[in-house]
């Protein structure tokens, strides 16, 4: 399997980050294969760098440099790395306000506009931010955050 990444769009592949890129203490392979899920800089042709990831060991989001990843991970790699997955448990937060016009006249409607949104940023939610809901006119009307279970009670 051909591994350079130079001339190839890297989103959806499972990439290597370089070593000295990361912490010391995920210098490990583990640590190193993630996943390109978007960004400028998936593409080579793009004046972006940006290459949005998630970890395979944990699912952890994050961006890098297109100039930080390494090279393709090897089906092996990625197939080592799964099985070593972390699981850590995730806490879901959200907040919605009805005091709008909207859940006055047509509630369901507004419901249902707010819960594909909390559904849509469930499949692509980075972990500790904090993401706004709004209702159907463009209004914010609440908020969610996904946290780990040990982040919880450290966010304030």
């Not at 890297?10 to 203490?25: D, F, H, R, S, T």
């Not at 090279?71 to 005091?99: C, N």
């Not at 993401?131 to 996904?146: E, T």
């Amino acid at each position: 399997m051909e591994t350079d990444i130079r001339g190839l769009n890297i989103a959806g592949k499972y990439i290597i980050i370089k070593e000295e890129v990361l912490a010391v203490p995920y210098r490990e392979m583990k640590y190193r294969v993630w996943k390109a899920l978007s960004g400028f800089g998936c593409s080579p042709e793009s004046y972006g760098r940006a290459v949005f990831c998630k970890a395979v060991v944990d699912g952890e989001s994050t961006r890098f440099n297109r100039s930080d990843v390494e090279r393709l991970a090897t089906p092996e790699e990625v197939k080592a790395v799964e099985a070593m997955k972390i699981h850590r448990e995730k806490v879901i937060q959200i907040e919605i306000r009805t005091k709008g016009a909207g859940f006055k006249d047509n509630p369901e409607a507004e419901y249902e506009y707010i819960t594909k949104q909390i559904r849509d940023k469930m499949t692509e939610a980075y972990v500790g931010i904090l993401w706004s809901l709004m209702d159907i006119n463009g209004n914010k009307v609440g908020s969610m955050r996904i946290m780990y279970a040990e982040q919880e009670n450290n966010d304030d």
